[in-house]
C-alpha cells in the first residue's frame, strides 16, 4: 500500500516545500516508538486540539509528535494544544493526508505529561475500546465501545473501520484505546443517516486504523 503526506510550512519558514521538507518530515516521524504509558495514561496522553476556527481531539504518541485528523487541522500552519492538565503549548503541522485523514503535528518534546503507545495494528471486530476527546466543546470525555466492522474504504477514508463509540463533532482525531491502553486507531468521523431535510447522527464511529497511521509514519511496530 502507497502512502503520501502533504508537508505544512512552519510560521517562519513557509518556504519548506518540496523533497526536502518531506525528507525532513520523515526523519521527524520514522522515530522509536515510545515506552508503554502508565496506568491512567489514556486520560493523560489525550489532548486538545485547535486550529483556526476548528476544534478536535489528538494524541500524543511519544517525542513531542501528536496525530490527530487532517480535517481537524485543515490548511492551517499551526495549531493549539491543550492538556487535560489545562496547559496550552503551539504546535507546527508537519504533514496532513486528506485520503486517510491523518495529520501530524510537533511540539517541544517536555510539553506534555504523558505518551501513549501506537499499536500499529487493526482492532479486532468485537473489541472493547474507549476514546476520550472534546465533543461539542466539552473537554476529554471518555467513552466506551466496540469494534464493529472489518477494516476498508469507507465513503471518502481510504481505510477505515466501524466502531460504535459515541462520536460527535470535535471527537475527530481523538485516540481510540484497547484494553491495555494502547492506542488501536484514531477517530475521524461518524455516520450520518439523511432524514428528508435533516440529517442524524447514526451512534456508528469512523476510526483509522493504528496500522494504517504507522504506515504513514513509516513505522511497522
Request: aromatic fraction near 6%.
Amino acid at each position: 500500500m502507497a502512502f503520501s503526506t502533504t508537508p505544512r510550512p512552519t510560521m517562519h519558514k513557509r518556504f519548506w516545500y518540496g523533497a526536502f521538507a518531506i525528507s525532513a518530515v520523515v526523519a521527524f516521524a520514522a522515530v522509536a516508538p515510545a515506552p508503554r504509558a502508565p496506568l491512567g495514561a489514556p486520560a493523560m496522553s489525550a489532548v486538545k486540539v485547535t486550529a483556526g476556527a476548528s476544534l478536535g481531539s489528538g494524541v500524543h504518541i511519544g517525542h513531542g509528535f501528536i496525530l490527530t485528523a487532517s480535517h481537524v487541522v485543515g490548511q492551517e500552519a499551526t495549531a493549539s494544544i491543550k492538556t487535560s492538565l489545562g496547559d496550552a503549548v503551539d504546535g507546527v503541522i508537519m504533514w496532513t493526508n486528506a485520503a486517510y485523514d491523518i495529520a501530524l503535528i510537533k511540539i517541544d518534546d517536555g510539553s506534555l505529561p504523558a505518551a501513549a503507545h501506537l499499536d500499529c495494528r487493526i482492532p479486532d471486530i468485537g473489541e472493547a475500546i474507549e476514546t476520550v476527546g472534546n465533543p461539542l466543546g466539552l473537554e476529554f470525555v471518555t467513552s466506551w465501545g466496540r469494534v464493529s466492522s472489518v477494516s476498508g474504504a469507507a465513503g471518502r477514508w481510504g481505510s477505515a473501520v466501524m466502531v460504535d463509540l459515541s462520536v460527535s463533532p470535535g471527537n475527530s482525531g481523538g485516540p481510540v484505546y484497547d484494553d491495555d491502553d494502547d492506542v488501536v486507531g484514531i477517530v475521524v468521523g461518524d455516520v450520518i443517516a439523511p432524514m428528508g431535510l435533516a440529517s442524524s447522527l447514526t451512534g456508528i464511529g469512523v476510526v483509522v486504523p493504528a496500522k494504517t497511521a504507522c504506515a504513514l509514519l513509516a513505522r511497522t511496530h
